[in-house]
């Protein structure tokens, strides 16, 4: 995977890459002039060992605050689970300015604008790609990626080239997406999927909160 630039690790304000969601992001500003209404940057450790990948912004959550995951019930449970993990230090106090920092972890999105009804189309994933790849490249320490997602387990698998149907996405599993130097075995890198925390997989039962927190100790084991 070929080094980016540091310019290249974030879109602009007002990236064009994506006709639908730029006109849905204009649209919000007109509607909710206060909200970030723009592309969410990376929220976290630049020392991070582990990158937790999510789908896109929520409409009221990182689209309004300008954080990943934050001001929506998925935040909710993902910074309590870092929290309580050691990796996330201070209160969530569901917005960007309450102090809470990241402990060599880092949060990133697939797509880093909010798409309508939450549901980002193949193109548009696709266009966001380059930062999601640019980012895994910016983390030297990186030891550990979790996916939160079907999606985003699918773009990590593409940004290193591998194949979709060799790395099958379900809850709990693991993946080698990059092996270590016989010699430097800890310059490998793992993948770890996980239901996404969101409101709906909770509700049904899809998720628990005991699901989620054992991808994370797993995450831990492995850093």
């Given amino acids: 995977m070929p080094a980016r630039s540091v310019t290249a690790l974030e879109p602009e304000p007002d990236c064009p890459a994506c006709p639908r969601l730029a006109a849905f992001r204009n649209s ?7 909200w970030h209404n723009a592309p969410v940057p990376a929220f976290g450790d630049e020392d991070a060992r ?7 912004p929520g409409l009221r959550g990182a689209n309004r605050t300008g954080r990943p995951f934050t001001g929506d019930y998925a935040g909710e449970l993902l910074y309590e689970t870092l929290i309580d993990c050691g990796l996330a230090a201070g209160a969530y106090g569901a917005e960007a300015g309450d102090g ?47 996916a939160l997602g079907r999606i985003a387990h699918e773009s990590v698998l593409r940004v290193f080239g591998l194949r ?13 997406v990059r092996a270590g130097d016989p010699q430097r075995p800890e310059r490998s890198l793992m993948l770890i999927d996980s239901y996404h925390c969101s409101r709906y997989n909770t509700a049904t039962g899809v998720l628990t909160r005991g699901m989620f927190r054992s ?3 797993k995450a831990c084991e492995r850093l």
């Fill in 28 to 34: 919000l500003r007109s509607s909710e002039p206060s």
């Fill in 50 to 56: 582990l990158l937790i990948v999510g789908l896109a």
């Fill in 100 to 146: 809470l920092t990241l402990i060599s972890c880092m949060i990133a999105n697939a797509v880093r604008c909010v798409p309508p009804q939450n549901r980002p189309s193949p193109a548009e994933v696709h266009n966001c790609r380059s930062f999601l790849a640019a980012r895994i490249s910016s983390l030297p320490h990186l030891r550990v990626i979790v």
């Fill in 164 to 176: 979709l149907t060799s790395f099958p996405f379900a809850h709990g599993a693991e993946h080698i």
């Fill in 215 to 217: 991808v994370f100790a």
